[in-house]
């Protein structure tokens, strides 16, 4: 599939789940971060750098939902496994 639409659908998921995705710049040369999950008073949060390639904002997307208890939402079954995949690779 098509790693455009694999973020979409990931976006997508995020919305579902309550989860605001916050686009922007967060590299500076002193500290740098690609992206993650903060819970920001009470409400969950995914930062990612605008600059991230498709691949990396998947893989930051991925790791972040994967913490999520899904059972309740519809999930596509290749995104299913890919978040599988993630929260293998975060244990």
């Known amino acids: ?5 694999i973020l ?6 995020a919305l579902k789940l309550g989860v605001e995705i916050v686009y922007g710049k967060l590299g500076e040369e002193e500290f740098s971060a690609r992206g993650g ?5 009470g409400a969950y949060k995914i930062f990612m750098d605008r600059s991230e390639t498709i691949e990396g904002q998947i893989k930051i997307l991925a790791r972040a939902l994967s913490s999520f208890d899904t059972e309740g939402v519809y999930v596509l079954p290749f995104i299913r496994e890919i978040l599988d995949k993630a929260k293998r690779f975060s244990e």
Request: hydrophobic share 30%; proline share 0%.
């Open 1 to 5: 599939m098509e790693s455009r639409k």
């Open 8 to 13: 979409e659908y990931l976006e997508e998921l």
């Open 37 to 41: 999950l903060c819970k920001i008073k």
